[in-house]
């Protein structure tokens, strides 16, 4: 079993809908979640940080934690041809510089 | 506040040479990481260097090593290289308290691609 596992893609939503990409993570002991978002060619871009259960809203974006389920999920709203990449889920469970990185969901948002 | 800068972008090297990469944080970042993206492995880990030692370690033989200076920039070096070696090489830094929040975010440099023939 990977450490942090992405719903397989790729993912195909229609401009304006709701993009849903999942994680799952097996080290009960982590403490930080990350999303970032990598345009081909690019490096990871930070999207959002989440550290309690709950949600987490920046604009367009949420984030959901549940750290009883090991899970945690983002949902991009009116969603936008932009927002075609891959996105990679992170988890830090030592705080000591180590992030491990689930394999990333592909999406694409068809105009 | 300028991101997280890394030289070179590109590189190309043949089998059996070394290699050397800089990584230069954002200012008052204390803590660089190193990672290489790999289309058939993803994102793996390297290592962590922190007030100029090595905290963290991933599972890569030790061929890959690292240093930080003192002004919190980073090098990251790979001897003898070899066919798989062939990657993005990125690097991460962060400001880092030790607990969980928003001071452990990492942020990614731009990546040197490096392609060894």
């Known amino acids: 079993q990977k450490e942090v596992e992405q719903n397989s893609g790729p993912l195909s939503v229609p401009e304006g809908a709701i993009a849903s990409l999942n994680c799952t993570y097996s080290d009960r002991g982590s403490q930080s979640f990350f999303w970032y978002r990598q345009y081909s060619g690019k490096s990871p871009e930070l999207i959002m940080s989440i550290y309690s259960n709950g949600d987490k809203e920046d604009g367009r974006f949420t984030a959901q934690l549940n750290k009883a389920s090991q899970y945690v999920s983002l949902l991009i709203r009116d969603s936008q041809p932009s927002d075609s990449a891959t996105y990679l889920c992170a988890v830090m469970a030592t705080h000591a510089g180590k992030s491990t990185f689930g394999d990333g969901t592909t999406l694409t948002v068809k105009p | 506040k300028a991101g997280v800068t890394q030289t070179p972008r590109y590189l190309i090297k043949t089998r059996g040479q070394q290699v050397t990469l800089s990584c230069s944080p954002i200012s008052g970042h204390r803590s660089v990481s190193w990672y290489q993206q790999t289309p058939g492995q993803g994102l793996q880990f390297l290592f962590e260097?922190?007030?100029?030692?090595?905290?963290n370690k991933g599972n890569f033989p030790g061929r890959f090593s690292g240093r930080q200076f003192s002004n919190s920039r980073s090098e990251m070096n790979v001897s003898t290289l070899e066919l798989g070696d062939s990657a993005l090489y990125l690097c991460a830094s962060s400001y880092t308290t030790g607990a969980p929040g928003p001071l452990e975010t990492q942020y990614f440099g731009p990546g040197t691609r490096l392609l060894v023939l």
């Open positions: 260097y922190f007030s100029e030692t090595q905290r």
